[in-house]
């Protein structure tokens, strides 16, 4: 029974996408926008590549970095406490 259930449960993650590579577009970059919240951002594109904190430096907070990469594309979605401040994308069809 328990391996029926991990094969169920392995067979539904690859259907939701949870084996597939990182689809970037310039559609899902469009749904970004300035103020969204990392959580906003990441309901939308999912979990970056690759993430980067930093201090801001005079005014304080936090500068975060998503990297969104896969074979062909980049997306790059820059925050500054916790609030979408530029966005960028490379699309290669």
Do not use: W
Request: net charge negative.
């Amino acid at each position: 029974m328990r391996y029926l259930l991990c094969a169920t449960l392995s067979l539904l993650l690859l259907g939701c996408g949870g084996g597939s590579p990182l689809t970037l577009n310039q559609a899902h970059l469009d749904q970004i926008h300035n103020d969204m919240s990392q959580a906003e951002v990441r309901s939308i594109m999912g979990a970056p590549t690759e993430s980067k904190d930093e201090p801001i430096p005079i005014v304080g907070g936090t500068q975060t970095t998503y990297t969104y990469r896969n074979s062909t594309s980049e997306v790059v979605i820059v925050f500054k406490n916790d609030q979408v401040k530029e966005k960028r994308g490379s699309f290669d069809q």
